[in-house]
C-alpha cells in the first residue's frame, strides 16, 4: 500500500489478484429436467429455480456485513468528479451501519445499483462494475448413480446448464421473482463464472415430489479480479 505525498488518498498495490472474499452457499430442491425439452418448460424450470435462490440471496445482503459496507464504498467518484478515486476509507463510513439513501450524492456513480432489463429490476452480487468474478463448486445429489455429467459430445449435462442459466440476469426472457420491486441474482452474466466443480451422488430420498428431483448445494467462492476501494471491504 502506497500514498502520494501530495495526495491523502490510498492506493491499494499489488495485492495478486484475484483474491478470494467470500464465500457461501446456496440450496436449490426441485424439479430439473435431464434431457432438453420444449422452451416453454425449461423457462418454468428456471423460474422456480430464482424463486428459490431469490429470498437466500436477499438475506445474504442483510445479514452479510461485507455486503453492508460494499453499499456504501462502491459509491466512487463519477467522471464529473474527476473519476473514480482508491481509497481506503469512505468518506461516508460514519454511516456504514444505516442502509445508503438513493440517489448518491452528486457527482458519485453507484456500483452496485440496479440494473433494468425489460422492464425488471435486477441485483447481481457477481458483475462486472466491482471486477468480481466466482467459482461455483456443486454438489449434485439426483436419482442415478455418481458419473456421467458430460455427454459424448463433451458437454455438461443440460441441468447444469439450466440452473447455471438461472442464476445470472435473464438475457432475453422477463424471468424473476421480485423481492420488494427487486429481482436478486448471483451473476450479472454466465461469463463471470471462472471456475466450476461438480461432484454428483445418488439421492436417497425415498419418497420425492418429481420423478427427475435433484437437490442441489452450490458453494459459491467470490473473487476479486482488481482490487480497489468500491471492493477493498470485501477482502
Known amino acids: ?21 467470500m464465500r457461501f452457499y446456496l440450496v436449490y430442491r426441485g424439479q430439473l429436467s435431464a434431457t432438453q425439452g420444449k422452451r416453454g418448460a ?28 460494499l453499499l456504501w464504498d462502491a459509491r466512487v467518484p463519477g467522471p464529473a468528479a474527476g473519476g473514480f478515486m482508491a481509497t481506503v476509507s469512505s468518506p461516508l463510513e460514519e454511516w456504514y451501519n444505516s442502509p445508503p439513501q438513493y440517489p448518491p450524492q452528486k457527482g458519485f456513480v453507484d456500483l452496485t ?20 468474478t466466482c467459482s461455483l463448486n456443486v454438489l449434485f445429489l439426483r436419482q442415478e448413480d455418481p458419473g456421467s455429467l458430460l455427454k459424448k459430445a463433451g458437454d455438461l449435462d443440460n441441468r447444469i446448464k439450466t440452473f447455471i442459466d438461472a442464476l445470472e440476469m435473464p438475457p432475453e426472457e422477463a424471468e424473476g421473482d421480485e423481492t420488494d420491486g427487486l429481482n436478486y441474482c448471483l451473476l450479472e452474466n454466465d461469463s463471470l463464472v471462472r471456475g ?18 435433484v437437490h442441489l448445494i452450490v458453494e459459491v467462492v467470490v473473487h476479486v479480479e482488481r482490487v480497489g476501494s468500491w471492493n477493498v471491504c470485501l477482502l
Open 1 to 21: 500500500m502506497s500514498r502520494d505525498a501530495a495526495s491523502p488518498n490510498y492506493v491499494i498495490e499489488n495485492l495478486s489478484c484475484p483474491c478470494s472474499v
Open 196 to 213: 466450476l466443480e461438480i461432484d454428483s451422488e445418488r439421492l436417497l430420498l425415498p419418497e420425492l415430489d418429481y420423478p427427475n428431483q
Open 42 to 69: 425449461r423457462r418454468a424450470e428456471r423460474v422456480e429455480i430464482r424463486k428459490q435462490i431469490t429470498p437466500q440471496l436477499k438475506r445474504l445482503w442483510e445479514v452479510n456485513g461485507a455486503l453492508t459496507r
Open 113 to 132: 445499483s440496479p440494473i433494468e432489463r425489460h422492464g425488471r429490476k435486477y441485483m447481481p452480487l457477481v458483475r462486472k462494475s466491482l471486477d468480481l
